[in-house]
């Protein structure tokens, strides 16, 4: 009977999802698919007023409700919470962060479905600076390839994206065995289904009407949630389509997803979501959506230039049973754990203050040869080329790339072709982990 009220509970807030706006604000019934946009009504302006509409406090750049500090370091400053709670024997998921949530419409072979989403970046300054998300002109290289949606607006001010995003398919993950020389174990896994899978059309890029890109993430529909949205209960797999998960607040315009952990500069705690892939693999091993179209972005492998950036995974780094005092790392770690208990933790190049940024990583993974008790925490691009030098390290055997391609950040890697979206959230003082900021819970 409780399964069973469960279903129908769900089953009516699915309902919801799609009778929440008005009639009339439906994409196709509203006329033409995005009204103009007049000089009174910016992008900027349409989208906090649908978070004002949808029961959320809109971001206020003039009067932000949390004022982060240096130690915390937060570059989104709308965050509304974060959660920097690192032990999962107290918090099961880990730390967190509360976002606003903003709601649209998506496209779909049956016509119009309502859609719940967040934005972390823009290519304009000035919407980034009136959204509190970050500033990422290099955003902008996408404009005009295959690797981005268009947006556009129905006469209410809601954003109709091309594509759209399946949340109904359930996450598995079968660890690889070890490869013949013992070096790789656990990665590359042996299968992998991603827990959702966009269509053909569906990007995070996603161009507007003005030419400003945004980084827009799906994370909620009718056919489920976005698996890094934890559940206050556990993360088990059946709860990873739960529309009654209170982490998605769509009378608060809020939403709750879980951060990974990482490396940039030789400091830890470079804490950020992934929300899509262009690779199956990382997909399911990092609990994103599986998008076959950030595939076609511009352009892989390439440090200046192109509108993603490099950075450096490690397929057989160390694991939790190695008792390291720097912690654990690498894919194969990620890929042996349940359900991702255990980040991979890998190596950046910058952090969003700097204006090459962009939330797109171009995956360079690494591959150590070197047995296990002789392998290191990478913390820095500065030690991975230095390990590259002398042989320790090696660009994956799985690379898709044949050949290292020379940047500024190494002349030594080779790149797989798989696109990550993981925008940098924060990357706070070892004083602030164990804390809560902010209001890191819907209530």
Same mark, same amino acid.
Request: aromatic share 8%; charged share 20%.
């Given at each position: ?148 949606? =268009? ?131 990382? %997909? ?57 208990? =255990? ?71 080779? %790149? ?28």
């Amino acid at each position: 009977m409780k399964n069973r009220n469960k279903l129908f509970a769900s089953a009516v807030l699915a309902g919801l999802l799609l009778m929440s706006c008005d009639q009339d604000d439906v994409p196709g019934i509203d006329g033409p698919e995005g009204g103009p946009i007049t000089e009174t009504a910016s992008e900027a302006s349409l989208l906090l007023q649908s978070i004002k509409e949808d029961g959320g406090v809109p971001f206020n750049k003039n009067k932000p409700a949390l004022k982060f500090t240096a130690e915390q370091n937060v570059f989104l400053p709308s965050v509304l919470g974060i959660d920097f709670r690192i032990d999962r024997s107290e918090v099961p998921a880990g730390p967190t962060a509360r976002f606003p949530m903003f709601s649209g419409w998506e496209t779909t072979s049956s016509g119009p479905r309502k859609c719940y989403y967040i934005i972390t970046e823009s290519s304009d300054q000035n919407m980034a600076e009136e959204l509190g998300i970050i500033y990422a002109p290099r955003m902008a290289a996408a404009v005009g390839s295959a690797g981005v949606q =268009n947006g556009t607006w129905t006469e209410r001010g809601r954003l109709v994206f091309e594509g759209s995003v399946d949340f109904s398919p359930k996450r598995s993950l079968v660890a690889g065995a070890s490869s013949e020389d013992g070096l790789l174990f656990g990665f590359p896994p042996a299968e992998v289904n991603p827990g959702a899978v966009a269509d053909e059309n569906w990007s995070s890029y996603v161009v507007l009407p003005s030419g400003i890109v945004i980084n827009a993430q799906m994370v909620a529909n009718s056919t489920g949630i976005h698996d890094r949205i934890p559940h206050p209960d556990g993360n088990g797999p059946e709860q990873e389509d739960d529309l009654n998960n209170p982490n998605l607040a769509i009378d608060q315009a809020a939403v709750v997803m879980q951060l990974l952990d990482g490396w940039q500069d030789g400091k830890p705690f470079y804490f950020h979501i992934v929300t899509d892939t262009s690779d199956p693999g990382p %997909a399911t091993i990092e609990l994103g959506v599986f998008a076959p179209k950030l595939a076609n972005l511009p352009t892989f492998g390439l440090f200046p230039g192109g509108s993603m950036l490099p950075f450096s995974p490690t397929a057989n780094g160390i694991t939790p049973d190695e008792g390291n005092p720097l912690g654990f790392q690498g894919l194969n770690t990620a890929s042996l754990s349940e359900r991702q208990a =255990n980040d991979p933790t890998n190596t950046f190049p910058i952090d969003p203050t700097d204006t090459r940024y962009a939330p797109m990583w171009d995956a360079h993974i690494t591959e150590f040869t070197v047995p296990v008790e002789e392998r290191q925490i990478l913390t820095s691009f500065d030690q991975v080329n230095a390990l590259l030098a002398d042989g320790t390290l090696i660009p994956f055997r799985g690379n898709a790339n044949p050949s290292p391609l020379d940047n500024s950040l190494s002349s030594l890697l080779t %790149a797989t072709g798989a696109i990550i979206n993981c925008p940098v959230i924060t990357q706070p003082e070892a004083s602030v982990i164990g804390t809560q900021i902010g209001a890191p819970r819907n209530k």
